[in-house]
Every structure is written in structure tokens, then in C-alpha cells.
């Protein structure tokens, strides 16, 4: 669990960050939403100390994050950042073992430890433990930088618009590819971006950050139904509002019973896909079939259509 | 198929011409400080060398001239050079009277003109062939190799460079020694006060631009009066501190001239760390410090192994300029190959002044040459990026 308690961060007279407090759930994703210059990088950075905070406390798990000098909490929490910062003078291998060599791990659990993590994702670590960041692609160089970080197993992550430099297609595989991490290794993450479908979509909670204060820190569905602020309002979009409401749930929380005609849509895809498949075939409605393949029952239009709406 | 011209190839071509045909070869003078007398090719060297020679000349610089592979123009351009070298010795022996020990034989304006063409035409061989950083500081050993062969053999003991060397043997060793002790002592000192000033001024700004401006007016200051400027605190610190007097601190001899070239070299070490320094990326700096690097780690760890190839830059340039500048430690006392080009000018002995000057430009081509080798090899350690 991340307490953080009445958190400012003044820079001469600024407040950058203003007396900023939020939760975060152990084993969830919190995901930092704002423009730039809202503040969000900066609160991200005081829960490692990168950055000092002017006032206020962070708790990690009940302990004051000043209670350790500040290079070995940060030896304790993951961070990955945008453009990776990968070392360029040091292997692939080296670079993920950073942080265990720093803590002194031996030389047989690092390699395992290193090893683990290559094949975790999906990088055969023959291959691409020896090879310098240069040899690699934009999303090869992403994966080794978010490997690095979870190198010593941190209990938390941080990351700073991991994804930024990345294009749509390998953006989205990294999306689910940190998700299903998540999912294994239960990591609490913070992961701060000014996008807000990236924000919905990874984050269990969402924190809206404006001009150095907190202005809604909720659940997605929550945001997208009662945004706090226009200026909350203005992020989501509201002409895409419904179909981002509709991206949150999967198909099988929209099944009726009966039957429908035409090739099946499986009940893991979200709702939004259920919808964008039957307005493009213009059909009113599909069939649904388990991970096995059985039929689940059909998504109507109309259905969808009334789950899109703004919750009561 | 027609030849084609190659463009460096004409100029070469037309300096050996000029060299070979127009040019004298050797001069011979009566004794050392008389003027001398020009000799071609064929008077200064027994008839079949001669021939012999200016074949070689004729093929290695049509090789240069039209469009060859680089391999046979390095092969032709070091015959020419192998050739050169051996014969203006069998000129020196050819040309000086048997028994006589004041006749003295040096290369003339042929002679430097050829050298000079086919060293360029070697240089620009060798550097199409991109050899790895390895094979050309192989090269450098093999033309080292070759000299001393030919110093060890006799074949340049007629020469009139030699026989200033050989009235001066012992000293030539002990100035070399004084030489090469200013030039690597200093820059030395240079790295050990150098790198760590950069260090201090990458961290704390502000304090760069003070240091920088400081350490470029110090470059401006000229070698002579800087030398002057350090007699008087110099001989103040050997009266005054105890012990400074016994380790060789005085206001002339070794110190002054040791701290003249310290204080030239502090600028591009500094400068040079500085911009290395500067020129890590930021992401990797700030990932360093997100994943829990002391300043001490990070500096060592990242910093340093990032920014080394320029510092290396900055070191390369030192210990070539410092070569160089030593030479002028003489006249302050400071010794090294400077007294042979200063005695050389007092005494218009011309042979006296190559002894002090060829070994200094020999000694700086080589540390050029190894140490942008090494530049090389530290860039590609730093990740492979060419």
C-alpha cells in the first residue's frame, strides 16, 4: 500500500505539486493522468525521491519513505522511464542486472534472475542477453527497460510514460504484455501518462492531475461517468466517452441468452469490439462463445447501446 | 579499358617528377657549417643505384597516378619509401671522401619533397584500406621496426644527423629521457587535476564557465612569458617551503617549464571532460539514479564509461601538443630535444637541428597514431556505435 499524505512540492514560488493525497491498493495499477506541466512526472518522483517533496509523507506498506537513504529505497522500487535509458555501454544482460548487482546478489542468481526475466518477455536470452540497446528495436529496447526494472522484484513500479516513444501496434502489445506481468507478480504500479485511453484502460484507479493539484482520483468507469472537473471532462473526450465506457467491460458481462446468427466474437473482447463488429457488419446481433468454444449466448445492439449510456 | 587518373595520385606524381628530376637529392658540405653543394640522383649515388632508384620512383608513382587497388598503391608507395631510405645512405657513404670525418652528406629538398609525396600517398592508402585500430598501430610498429633496422644495421651512419648523433649519444638519451618525463609527467598531472576540476564543473554550475575562461586566458598567455611570470613564485616556493628545494623546485630548470605545460593542458582535459560528461544521455543518468546509483556509482558506472572516448580526445590532443611544447622547456634549463634545436640555430648547424626536431615529430606522430587507435576501441566498447 502507497499513502501518500498532503504531498507539495514548491519550486521558488510555485507549487508544482499541491498538497496532493491519494491511496494506492497493493497489487493494483494506478495510473497518473494530466498535461504537461500538471505536476504528474514530479509526483511520481517524490514517491522514490528523486524528487525531495517541500511538505508532506509517502508510506510505503505503513514505513516513511525517508526512513532509508534515498539510493537504497530507490534500490527497492522499480522505475522505467520513457526512451528506456537503457545504458548504451552495457549488454542487455548487464543492463537488467543492474540493480541486483547493486544489492550484491551472487553471480549464478543473477543470471538465473536475468535469464527469467529475457524469457518472461519473449526475448531468448541466447540471443539478445549479449546484445548492446543500439542492436535492438523501439519495442525490444521498451521490454528490456521494464525487465530492468523488475529485476530485483520489487513489491512496487514506477513508470514514466513507458510508452511514449512507442508506435500504436507494438504500444498496444506493450500494454497488455505489463499487464499480464502485473497480473503474475501482483507489482503495485504508478504509471504516469497524458493519455487518457492508455490511463483507462491499464489503470484499476486513475488520478487526474491538474496545474499541480489532484482533481479526481477514482476508478476509470467512475471517471468517464461523473469527470470532477470540465477540466476532467475535457481529457476523456466526450465524444468518445460512451465507447471508452463500453472498453471497460468484457463481452461476457453483456450476454443475453439466445441465439444469433454469423461468426462468433469470443467473450474476453471488450464491449467496444462487440459493438464496432456489429455496426460494421450492420447486424443486430452476435453470438458469443466461451474459451472453448461453446456458445455463450448473443450481444445485441441494443443492448450495448444501453450499457454505453451514462451510469445513473 | 581505358586508365583513369587518380586526383591525389597527379599530385604526387608531380612532386616525385619534380623531386627525382629537378630537385637535388643530397647535399655535400665540407664540413658542418659550410654551405653546400646540391647533388641529383645520379651523381650521389653509385651508377647502378641510381638507376635503380629512379626506376622505382617511375613505377611506385605511375602506380599513384592512375586508379590502383589500394593494396598496390600501399605496396608501391612503401618500396619507394623502403628504396629512399636506404639509399640516401649508400649517398651519404658514396658522397663522403674515404677517411674523411668533417664531410658532412643530408638529404635536399628531393629527397624531403619525394619522402613527403609518397608518405602522403602510403597515408592515403592506408586509410582507404580502413584498417581496424589494431592493424594500424601494427603498421606503426612495423615502420618503427624498419627504422631502428636500418639505425642498427649502419645503413644512415654516413648521414650528417647521425654524426651529430654520435658525438652526442649520451646526452641525446638523457635529454630524450628529460623529453618524454615533461611531456607524459605533465600530462600526467593534467589528468589527475584535470578530470576530477570536470567533474566538479559538470556538477556545480556556474563554476564551468569561470574555470573554462580562466583556463583559456592561461592558453593565451605565450610559452615565454609564462615562463617568466613562474620564476618568481617558483624560486619564492623553493626558499620559503621546506623540502621544495630538494625535490628540484626552482624558479629555472625542470619545474617551471613541468608546470607551463601542466597549465596548457589543463583546458582540453577539462573541456573535454566536460562536454563528455555533458553528453550523456539524460534518460540513461536518470535511470541510473531511479534504479538506486550513488553519485559515486553513477559517475563511475555510467558517466564516466559514456564519456570516455572524448576524454580520450582531450588526452590525445595533450600528449601530442605537450610533445611538441616540451621542446621549448631549453629556454628555461628544462632540457629535452629542444637543446639540440636551440644549440642547432646558435651554431646555424642545420643537421644539429633535425637531431632535436625529427625525434619530436616522430615521437608525437606515434602518440597520434596509438592513441586515436585507442579512441577507436574505447568508442566501440561504449556500445558498437560507429
Known sequence: ?312 | MTLRLDKLGVVIAAIVAYGALAAPFATFRANRIMSGEARGILEALPGWAGVLLLFILAIAGIAALIKTPALVRLGAAAAALVALAVLIGVAALHLTPEGNSFARVSPASGFWLMLFAFALAAADALTRLQLTPLARIGALAIVVAAIWLLLALGGWDGLSILKEYANRADSFWAEAGKHVTLALGSLAAAIVVGIPLGVLCHRVDGLRDAVLNVLNMVQTIPSIALFGLLIAPLGWIALNVPGAAAIGIRGIGTAPAFVALFLYSLLPVVANTVVGLGGVPRAANDAARGMGMTDGQRLFKVEFPLAFPVILTGIRIVLVQNIGLATIAVLIGGGGFGVFVFQGIGQTAMDLVLLGAVPTVALAFAAAVILDATIELAERAKGGVA
Open chain 1, 1 to 312: 500500500m502507497i499513502e501518500i499524505e498532503n504531498l507539495t512540492k514548491r519550486y521558488a514560488d510555485t507549487a508544482v505539486v499541491d498538497n496532493v493525497s491519494l491511496t494506492i491498493e497493493p497489487r493494483t495499477v494506478a495510473a497518473i493522468v494530466g498535461t504537461s506541466g500538471s505536476g504528474k512526472t514530479t509526483l511520481l518522483r517524490m514517491i522514490n525521491r528523486l524528487v525531495e517533496p517541500t511538505s508532506g509523507i509517502v508510506k510505503l506498506d505503513g514505513v516513511d519513505n525517508r526512513a532509508l537513504p534515498g539510493h537504497e529505497l530507490r534500490r527497492s522500487i522499480g522505475y522505467a522511464i520513457q526512451g528506456h535509458g537503457l545504458f548504451p555501454h552495457r549488454t542487455v544482460a548487464e543492463n537488467i542486472a543492474t540493480v541486483p548487482a547493486l544489492l550484491g546478489w551472487d553471480k549464478a542468481r543473477i543470471s538465473a534472475r536475468v535469464d527469467e526475466l529475457l524469457t518472461l518477455f519473449q526475448l531468448d536470452p541466447a540471443d539478445f542477453g549479449p546484445r548492446y540497446p543500439h542492436e535492438l528495436s523501439g519495442g525490444q529496447q521498451q521490454r528490456v527497460g521494464v525487465a530492468r526494472a523488475l529485476a530485483a522484484e520489487p513489491n512496487v513500479l514506477l513508470m514514466d510514460e513507458p510508452f511514449g516513444a512507442l508506435d500504436p501496434i507494438i504500444r498496444a502489445k506493450a500494454q497488455e504484455d505489463l499487464l499480464a506481468i502485473q497480473k503474475r507478480f501482483g507489482t503495485t504500479i504508478i504509471l504516469v501518462t497524458h493519455d487518457m485511453e492508455e490511463a483507462i484502460h491499464l489503470g484499476d484507479k486513475i488520478a487526474v492531475m491538474d496545474a499541480g493539484k489532484l482533481v479526481q482520483y477514482a476508478a476509470p468507469a467512475e471517471i468517464l461517468a461523473r469527470p470532477a472537473t470540465e477540466f476532467v471532462e475535457t481529457l476523456i473526450g466526450t465524444g468518445e466517452r460512451p465507447f471508452k465506457l463500453l472498453s471497460l467491460e468484457a463481452v461476457s458481462e453483456a450476454v443475453e441468452p439466445g441465439r444469433a446468427q454469423g461468426e462468433a466474437i469470443p467473450a474476453t473482447a471488450t464491449q467496444r469490439d462487440a459493438l464496432a463488429e456489429l455496426l460494421w457488419s450492420g447486424r443486430q446481433a452476435l453470438p458469443v462463445k466461451g474459451e472453448d468454444g461453446a456458445d455463450l449466448g448473443k450481444v445485441t445492439v441494443k443492448g450495448l447501446v444501453k450499457r454505453a449510456a451514462r451510469p445513473a
